[in-house]
């Protein structure tokens, strides 16, 4: 069973929902993260969060928001969606130890209309 | 502000021959990590392999090995060997010791490996 898990996969909305992605995971790491990506651009922060009582803005957080429901869940909403938020978007988790790596989902396809 | 770039977009190269991937970065701190991530076209993220800063001696992985110069912030990839598998999206990415987790991705290199 996979690790970090998103869902959907993939979604196509209308410009004006709210949407919300939602990611799970079974590491029981603390750390978990949000990030697009986008052609060209390679991937970029959204939100973050270091526990459940710890969020913070990222990079790009305009036009987002998130939830921490519990240490393994980390949820994504876009309030009013518009088409220039059509990306991919992963979701990341880490522990706090000394390789920092980061694990990643597979990915949630959005399409806004 | 930290900064990754790859300057390379699309690369290729024949099966079983060696290939570079570039990197460069731009950061004031003197401890930090470097990632080379791997996204093929199933789209999921896969660590390669990791750079502490402090660490003089260059990363190596089976195939896959890195060049660190520190002093001119360059970071490249290089692949040997390479097979049909390793084709896919490359990503070098920076972490800052005092930036928490947060990651900071270059834009990707594109690698084709042709039969």
């Not at chain 1, 995971?25 to 959204?46: E, F, V």
């Not at chain 2, 502490?52 to 970071?75: D, G, H, I, L, W």
């Amino acid at each position: 069973d996979a690790d970090v898990t998103q869902t959907p996969r993939n979604r196509i909305t209308k410009t004006g929902k709210r949407i919300m992605l939602e990611c799970s995971q079974t590491k029981g790491h603390d750390r978990m993260y949000w990030y697009r990506q986008d052609p060209g651009l390679g991937l970029r922060l959204i939100y973050y969060s270091f526990d459940v009582k710890d969020i913070n803005k990222g990079e790009i957080s305009d036009g987002y928001s998130v939830s921490r429901q519990a240490q393994a869940k980390f949820s994504l909403s876009l309030e009013s969606a518009i088409p220039n938020q059509t990306a991919l978007y992963f979701c990341a988790t880490s522990d706090v130890d000394i390789t920092n790596e980061q694990f990643f989902g597979p990915g949630t396809r959005l399409t806004v209309l | 502000a930290q900064t990754v770039t790859q300057s390379q977009p699309e690369m290729s190269v024949q099966e079983a021959e060696t290939v570079t991937l570039s990197c460069t970065y731009d950061t004031s701190e003197s401890n930090y990590y470097l990632f080379w991530y791997k996204q093929p076209p199933s789209r999921q993220m896969i660590l390669v392999i990791r750079q502490e800063a402090y660490k003089q001696q260059n990363a190596t992985e089976n195939r896959f090995s890195v060049n660190f110069q520190k002093a001119a912030k360059s970071f490249s990839l290089k692949i040997s060997d390479s097979q049909l598998g390793d084709t896919a999206m490359y990503f070098c990415a920076f972490l800052s010791y005092n930036q928490g987790g947060k990651l900071i991705f270059g834009q990707g290199t594109e690698l084709s490996v042709k039969p």
